[in-house]
């Protein structure tokens, strides 16, 4: 099993403020995708990247793939509270997506 | 709508009695997959399906059975549930395995075996 590593963990910041995510693998991944969960719900895909050094965005988000396929990023310009949530990295595999454990994020007002 | 549906949403029920949580879909996707959640592992695929009448092991399936005789159904079995099975359950679809396609996932069954 492919494993991903998301950091940091929790995430705490005030409204209006820049933060970014990160997530590492020590395997290549064909394709990365992106998800956002909030409490009680299941995870709603926000994006996804293919392409070595693939730049999306997404409003104030903005997603990058690694050249070498293996990490990702997720940048938030402007934190707004309602990008509170659980920001979950999967990697997408022949037989489905490995998950990484997630980033909570809380954007307090 | 879109959407994949799961039944019940909250289940408590007692070591070893047979219980199955449903989940259909409404967008014709080849792809399901059973996942659960549990606070420090994050989400663990339990069994996934290809199409219909082709089922596979995921990454924790032992406990668990399902069954793929319908496209739109897929749902989760668990024979003899035990408490290490308490867990938030999620069922997920899509075009594809995952590779290039996202995944429509369920508002979950949060499963508490006593």
């Known amino acids: 099993t492919q494993l991903l590593e998301q950091s940091p963990q929790f995430l705490s910041i005030q409204e209006g403020e820049n933060l970014t995510v990160y997530c590492n693998s020590s395997?290549?991944?064909?394709?990365l995708q992106w998800y956002r969960q909030e409490p009680g719900e299941g995870p709603v895909l926000l994006v996804t990247?293919?392409?070595?050094?693939e730049v999306k965005k997404l409003k104030r988000l903005t997603f990058q793939f690694g050249d070498a396929r293996k990490d990702s990023s997720l940048h938030i310009t402007a934190a707004q509270p309602g990008d509170t949530g659980l920001y979950l990295c999967?990697?997408?595999?022949?037989?489905?997506?490995?998950f990484g454990k997630g980033t909570h994020l809380i954007i307090q007002p | 709508e879109a959407q994949v549906t799961q039944n019940p949403r909250y289940l408590i029920t007692v070591t070893g009695k047979k219980l199955t949580v449903t989940c259909s879909q409404n967008m014709n996707h080849e792809y399901m997959s059973w996942y659960r959640q549990d606070p420090g592992l994050g989400l663990r695929q339990i069994y996934y399906s290809m199409n219909v009448e082709v089922t596979d092991k995921g990454d924790v399936p032992e406990g668990y059975k399902v069954s793929r005789k319908e496209k739109r159904n897929f749902p989760l079995i668990l024979e003899s549930p035990s408490p290490n099975q308490t867990s938030l359950y999620f069922c997920a679809s899509s075009s594809g395995a995952g590779l290039f396609y996202g995944y429509t996932f369920g508002s979950g069954t949060r499963l508490t075996v006593v």
């Open positions: 999967a990697g997408g595999g022949a037989d489905g997506l490995t």
């Open positions: 990247v293919v392409t070595g050094g």
């Open positions: 395997s290549v991944f064909s394709s």
